[in-house]
T-cell receptor
Framework: DTEVTQTPKHLVMGMTNKKSLKCEQH?????MYWYKQKAKKPPELMFV???????INESVPSRFSPECPNSSLLNLHLHALQPEDSALYLC??????????????FGPGTRLTVL | GQQVMQIPQYQHVQEGEDFTTYCNSS?????IQWYKQRPGGHPVFLIQ?????EVKKQKRLTFQFGEAKKNSSLHITATQTTDVGTYFC????????????FGTGTRLQVTL
């Protein structure tokens, strides 16, 4: 299995809702990532988990809360989002054994719209 | 901050023409990767360059890493409609092993 899966594909939520994005990989990768991508822009790193521990938080607002329940799963909990948070949220994974040269494998993304 | 810029932002070519995108970093990179994102899709890894001055080829695609490890290029020979998409370079700045910084991207449109 060489793919990263993400659910849901699309999500529409109000500013008062609480929702979660899910990401799963079964490649034995030990590093997982959340990126945010706005239209016609590059992916922006949000969080990095390495061996199930949060290793990088790119000063992301607390209304985004990541969670790594185990080495195959990565969640992103959303609460009290703003319309400007509407974007494509990409999950990625990499082997994690050689961080300086790892290739990242991206999931198809969740397209989030905040009303 | 550590930025990676790409030029051009957008290029429209006729099928069969060549295409090049250039990637420039404000600081030295430990390595550079290239990704392709089709319209409506997600980034897909193409290649990684690690050594100064390295050149790699994949069929019609040629990738170069600059001698100073601050710039890179992707050249496509005889473009095809299947080459349509946005090409991103992505590099790791020295000392930030887990963090990949994406370039601004070049969107390629190919018409018959």
């Amino acid at each position: 299995d060489t793919e990263v899966t993400q659910t849901p594909k699309h999500l529409v939520m109000g500013m008062t809702n609480k929702k979660s994005l899910k990401c799963e990989q079964h490649m034995g990768h030990r590093a997982m990532y959340w990126y945010k991508q706005k239209a016609k822009k590059p992916p922006e790193l949000m969080f990095v988990y390495s061996y199930e521990k949060l290793s990088i938080n790119e000063s992301v607002p607390s209304r985004f809360s990541p969670e790594c329940p185990n080495s195959s799963l990565l969640n992103l909990h959303l609460h009290a989002l703003q319309p400007e948070d509407s974007a494509l949220y990409l999950c990625a994974s990499s082997p994690g054994w050689a961080p300086s040269t790892d290739t990242q494998y991206f999931g198809p993304g969740t397209r989030l719209t905040v009303l | 901050g550590q930025q990676v810029m790409q030029i051009p932002q957008y290029q429209h070519v006729q099928e069969g023409e060549d295409f090049t995108t250039y990637c420039n970093s404000s600081t030295t990179l430990s390595n550079i990767q290239w990704y392709k994102q089709r319209p409506g899709g997600h980034p897909v890894f193409l290649i990684q360059l690690v050594k100064s001055g390295e050149v790699k080829k994949q069929k019609r695609l040629t990738f170069q890493f600059g001698e100073a490890k601050k710039n890179s290029s992707l050249h496509i020979t005889a473009t095809q409609t299947t080459d349509v998409g946005t090409y991103f370079c992505a590099g790791r700045h020295t000392g930030t092993a887990s963090k990949l910084t994406f370039g601004t991207g070049t969107r390629l449109q190919v018409t018959l």
